[in-house]
């Protein structure tokens, strides 16, 4: 029963949730470009670049930042998660806006 002079609560237009699925037809950007210009999807995207030389030096391209850095720990922010570098002596031999190495007696690479 409706009461005069009081107004019920319209539903706001952004209340109903939209289906947020992309379609199959629907391609990611990423996609896109990469078969445009024949390159890996995952350069495209920024993915990290891990590179291992043997277990005393590892390099990671297209990361975020330095969460943590010790002699036995390097924890490393990427677009997609954390990466940590587990060992002994490890110390960061060159570091630049996207780039940096990492040499020591290397145990482990963690993804998290």
Same mark, same amino acid.
């Given at each position: 029963m409706r009461k005069k002079g009081i107004d019920t609560p319209s539903e706001h237009k952004h209340s109903r949730k939209m $289906?947020?699925?992309?379609?199959?037809? &629907?391609?990611?950007?990423? &996609?896109?470009? $990469?078969?445009?210009?024949?390159?890996? &999807?995952?350069?495209? =995207?920024? =993915?990290?670049?891990l590179t291992g030389y043997g277990s005393h030096r590892f390099c990671v391209e297209n990361y975020k930042s330095i969460i943590e850095y010790t002699s036995n720990i390097v924890r490393i922010q990427t677009k997609l998660g954390r990466i940590h570098i587990v060992g002994k002596n490890l110390v960061i031999a060159y570091f630049r806006d996207d780039a940096m190495c990492i040499l020591g007696d290397i145990n482990s690479i963690e993804y998290h």
């Amino acid at each position: 029963m409706r009461k005069k002079g009081i107004d019920t609560p319209s539903e706001h237009k952004h209340s109903r949730k939209m $289906s947020s699925k992309p379609s199959i037809k &629907e391609p990611v950007i990423a &996609e896109k470009i $990469s078969r445009k210009f024949n390159m890996p &999807e995952d350069i495209i =995207a920024g =993915a990290p670049i891990l590179t291992g030389y043997g277990s005393h030096r590892f390099c990671v391209e297209n990361y975020k930042s330095i969460i943590e850095y010790t002699s036995n720990i390097v924890r490393i922010q990427t677009k997609l998660g954390r990466i940590h570098i587990v060992g002994k002596n490890l110390v960061i031999a060159y570091f630049r806006d996207d780039a940096m190495c990492i040499l020591g007696d290397i145990n482990s690479i963690e993804y998290h």
